[in-house]
């Protein structure tokens, strides 16, 4: 195990954030999750995987839970049945058996995409054995199910709902900020100023073009994992200013988010961006019907589809924008599965389906092989039992509602229920494990402990007039 100079920071800003209120290392932890191409420690022992920054973060916020009083046992409770933790705890429980098992189990029995740091692994197939996927990737699983019983604890704790929000807020800006300086930094030639920050033993593909584009990577390692991301806070600061919470930044954040997943020539976020203003635009049509609607409600609702078609028709007005818009398209969406990538990871479902059918429904383990969606990593590699579990958690922390919260507590919800929306899309989209990433669960944690949380006594102040001091 190596410590690189960038994770040294990392641990002494952790150690502080022990000393300091949990707000501290909620800003921390949050900020960290942009850092997808930084490695914070190399664990030599497992082919060099990496160990990023917000992983390595974790590890202080459980320590915080444990030294915090009260806070273990309000995080503990969210594994209460019928709790979304008891169903995300079945599921990790089953996993990590899974992970030891079934590749002993089934070993020879079919044959997977493994998970390996090996060149040439991801495109050919091994009959399958006990790899070290098996390893990383259930340690990866069990860090998001401590993910969500910290932030659910979080979540409970009143005092810390604001924090939450300015602290994904501040996570939207950031991202936009990572933008700017890889594109200028690759414009100008200087992306080496970045290798600090993309120092992980990935491949970088930060210096990809399409049709002439630059393809906007930010802070990760790639388009996809970028427009992951991106997708996220899209939704998180969409649906605040939805819910009319600091309505002029949020607005602001989820707009120039919306640009640049649009120019990040991703393939996960055209599909992504497209369902998910369908989802919400059909959100805010309800809320207009049942007199919940703001004031961005209704613009949203009057002005989305006439923007979008002025858009449309602005570039198909001019012929070269129009010709350069259809190939981006096909190239990035339309003809993307029979391309030699799509080609690849169709076959990647494809065996992940033939994994579940070879093991009677037991699945591979976790870890065990790959797939390019979620829907089939889960049924490859947890079965039927996994899938059942997930399945039922991911709805439960989508679907849960109650009312009568206080106004901010009620929109961070939201907002952290669509934050995990846009993470499940992007999964079923392009993710290759079941782990759907630390901030789909962190979000998940924070939507369920708010619901939980005793309500505030109710303000008389409309959501729409809610603005930051400094703006007043």
């Known amino acids: 195990m190596s410590i690189e100079p960038f994770g040294a920071v990392v641990i002494l800003l952790g150690l502080l954030g022990l000393l300091l209120d949990a707000s501290f290392l909620i800003y921390l932890f949050i900020i960290s999750t942009l850092l997808g191409a930084a490695g914070a420690v190399i664990l030599t022992s497992f082919g060099s995987a990496n160990l990023s920054p917000a992983h390595l973060l974790l590890g202080f916020l459980s320590l915080k839970i444990l030294i915090d009083r009260g806070r273990l046992p309000v995080a503990l409770s969210g594994i209460a049945f019928p709790r979304e933790g008891f169903w995300l705890f079945l599921t990790v429980a089953y996993a990590a058996a899974g992970a030891y098992i079934m590749p002993r189990l089934f070993e020879g029995v079919t044959d997977v995409f ?36 910290v932030f659910y604890s979080f979540g409970r704790d009143q005092r810390l709902t604001r924090a939450l929000c300015y602290a994904g807020m501040l996570c939207g800006i950031l991202n936009l900020a990572f933008v700017v300086v890889d594109l200028g930094t690759y414009w100008t030639g200087t992306a080496e100023l970045l290798s600090f920050l993309r120092n992980a033993s990935y491949r970088m593909l930060d210096d990809v073009e399409i049709l002439g584009l630059k393809r906007i990577v930010g802070s990760f390692t790639e388009a996809s994992a970028f427009a992951y991301a991106s997708l996220g806070l899209f939704a998180f600061t969409g649906k605040l200013w939805l819910r009319g919470i600091y309505p002029g930044l949020n607005g602001v954040i989820a707009l120039l988010t919306l640009i640049a997943l649009l120019a990040s020539t991703s393939t ?33 609702a009057l002005l ?13 007005l001019d012929h070269a924008s129009w010709l350069f818009a259809q190939d981006l398209l096909n190239k990035t969406l339309f003809d993307k599965l029979t391309s030699s990538s799509g080609m690849e990871r169709s076959s990647w479902n494809s065996q992940a389906l033939a994994n579940f059918i070879a093991t009677s429904g037991f699945g591979v383990g976790v870890g065990s092989t790959r797939a390019s969606s979620l829907v089939f990593a889960i049924l490859g590699t947890l079965g039927v039992f996994g899938s059942v579990t997930y399945g039922v958690f991911i709805v439960n922390v989508l679907m849960r509602r109650d009312a009568g919260r206080d106004w901010l507590v009620d929109a961070l919800r939201a907002a952290a229920q669509s934050a995990c929306l846009a993470a499940l899309i992007a999964g079923c989209i392009a993710a290759s494990f079941v782990d759907i990433g630390l901030p789909f669960f962190l979000f998940a944690g924070t939507a369920a402990g708010l619901r939980d949380s005793q309500a505030s006594p109710a303000t008389d102040a409309p959501a729409d007039q809610l603005q930051p001091e400094w703006a007043r």
């Open 268 to 300: 996960t976020a055209y599909a992504g961006v497209g369902l998910l203003l369908a989802w919400e635009y059909l959100g805010c049509l309800k809320a207009i019907r049942d007199g919940r609607g703001t004031s961005a409600c209704v613009v949203f």
């Open 304 to 316: 989305g589809p006439l923007l979008a078609l002025l858009a449309i028709v602005a570039v198909a």
């Open 114 to 149: 493994a998970i390996s740091r090996d060149p040439g692994s991801s495109t050919t197939l091994w009959a399958l054995h006990p790899v070290t996927g098996n390893v990383t990737q259930t340690i990866y699983f069990i860090g998001d199910f401590v993910c969500f019983l």
